[in-house]
């Protein structure tokens, strides 16, 4: 099946004289992997539509907030009846109460939680919160764990940043950089050296319980609780960025999935629905730290806008009443997992998988993908062939191999069907 990209071609030359590099956020251009951006004209369900006719399965469903599929009705309706009634007051609003009221329900450890616009705010915030709340500037994070732009944390970020291969972005100072330490995620021994060498100074260390931007890679048995520990043992608060794992692998996301406790939580993608909704959340002692209660400022516009809030609330509605979802794309993804293990072996591709709940990625790698190291050494030349190729089959997977796939609920198993046949035919001309 040859896809054409005419019109897209067209439209991504056109977005390069008003947009730098024609798009909005750099992941999306394709830099990683070769080629023109594909426009999307619309989506519904498990499905894209691009501007040039071609139907695409989406596992990128929006890099993660998608996981009930495009277009869903009760969020779309939600968002309808929403707009009619004005779009933003910069007054509070009830609905504002009621998702906060239904997050803090499912979330455990939680007592309040604040909302902003996105992924980055809420990672920045909570790292401000912590440095207020505990007296101390250093903050700890993982190579390859990506956090959002704040400049904080680009360095070694992963996701975007690493794709382009300069985790160190120019505009972050030196007096900023010397306050992030880097360890080496599932080295534990590595966060301990760090704690030895600047007692008493670390205010956080912030993970992704489960990474997805270096691909998806699991903690090791007992790491995530060894880092909890060492938090207790130091006076360190612990951050999980939920933003990606938040309302995806569990209806209290990790915390309820390793029944481990965070000291602060960052939320984004799901909890918006599709809008621009991000979060952190924390035991009250905490969050009272923060303006107007506290010292801490933080602040937003647009934060607690009444139509993402109607998106996230819609959404978070259904995760909450929906016993079965979570064990569904759990189900669909460990399906996925194994068809691919087949057809792989089958055509003698030396690869990986990882995977965690509705979460899974394929490595071009000898050994075990652990870290941001081990995932650097999948070979990328064959990515990109496995990108292009699964593209011309219909099939829309991150364009970076530093990314990990987001099964969606409205995938059928045909549609499951149809990606593991194309992962054969794509993988049996290497
Ligand atoms: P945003 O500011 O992009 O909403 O969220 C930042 C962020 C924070 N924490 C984690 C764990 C994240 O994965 C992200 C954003 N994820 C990337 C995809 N890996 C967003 C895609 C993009 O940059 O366009």
Same mark, same amino acid.
Not at 124 to 130: E, G, N, W
Not at 285 to 291: H, P, Q, R, S, V
């Given at each position: 099946m040859f896809m054409n990209y005419k019109r897209s071609s067209a439209l991504f030359?056109? +977005?390069e004289k008003v947009i730098p590099g024609g798009v909005n956020s750099p992941v999306r251009a394709f830099k990683a992997v070769g080629g023109t951006p594909i426009f999307v004209k619309e989506a519904k369900g498990a #499905?894209?539509?691009d501007e040039d006719g071609n139907k695409l399965i989406d596992y990128i469903n929006s890099w993660g907030p998608m996981i009930l599929g495009h277009a869903y009705e009760p969020v779309v309706n939600a968002v309808i009846e929403k707009a009619k009634k004005g779009t933003s007051f910069g007054m509070p609003t009830e609905i504002e109460t009621e998702i906060a /009221?239904?997050?803090?329900?499912?979330?455990? %450890?939680?007592?309040k939680i604040r909302f902003v616009n996105s992924g980055t705010e809420a990672c920045?915030?909570?790292?401000?919160? +912590?440095r207020g709340y505990t007296g101390k500037d250093k903050i700890v994070k993982f190579a390859?764990? #990506?956090h959002g732009h704040s400049d904080s944390f680009l360095i070694q970020a992963g996701s975007g940043a690493v794709t382009f291969g300069s985790p160190n972005s120019p505009g972050v100072t030196q007096g900023t950089a010397k306050d992030t330490l880097l360890a080496k995620y599932n080295d534990i021994e590595s966060v301990k050296a760090l704690l030895e060498a600047n007692k008493g100074e670390i205010a956080c260390i912030i993970i992704e319980p489960v990474a997805g931007n270096m691909g998806c890679i699991p903690p090791k048995d007992g790491f995530l609780q060894a880092l909890r520990n060492l938090c207790d043992i130091n006076n360190v608060l612990l951050i999980f960025d939920e933003v990606m794992t938040g309302f995806r692998l569990a209806k209290g996301g990790t915390q309820e999935l390793f029944n481990l406790k965070a000291d602060i939580v960052c939320f984004g993608k799901v909890i918006g629905g599709g809008l621009p909704v991000g979060a952190f959340a924390a035991r009250e /002692?905490?969050? %009272? #730290?923060?303006?107007p209660v506290g010292p801490v400022y933080q602040a937003g516009t647009l934060s607690g806008n009444p139509l993402a809030m109607a998106a996230g609330l819609a959404m978070l509605k259904t995760l909450n009443n929906d016993s079965e979802l979570f064990n569904r794309l759990a189900e669909k993804t460990a399906y996925l997992h194994e068809g691919f293990t087949k057809v792989l072996n089958e055509n003698n591709i030396t690869h990986t998988i990882n995977r965690v709940g509705s979460m899974i990625s394929i490595h071009f790698a000898e050994e075990p993908v652990v870290d941001f190291e081990t995932s650097a050494k999948g070979n990328n030349e064959t990515f990109k062939k496995f990108f292009h190729g699964m593209l011309q089959e219909g099939i829309y997977i991150a364009p970076s191999a530093f990314e990990t796939w987001f099964i969606t609920d409205a995938l059928s198993y045909e549609d499951l069907n149809t990606t593991i046949a194309a992962v054969k035919k794509v993988t049996s001309k290497f």
């Open positions: 030359a056109q +977005a #499905y894209l539509y /009221e239904l997050a803090v329900s499912m979330v455990p %450890n939680i007592d920045m915030s909570a790292i401000r919160l +912590a390859g764990c #990506y /002692e905490i969050m %009272n #730290y923060l303006a």
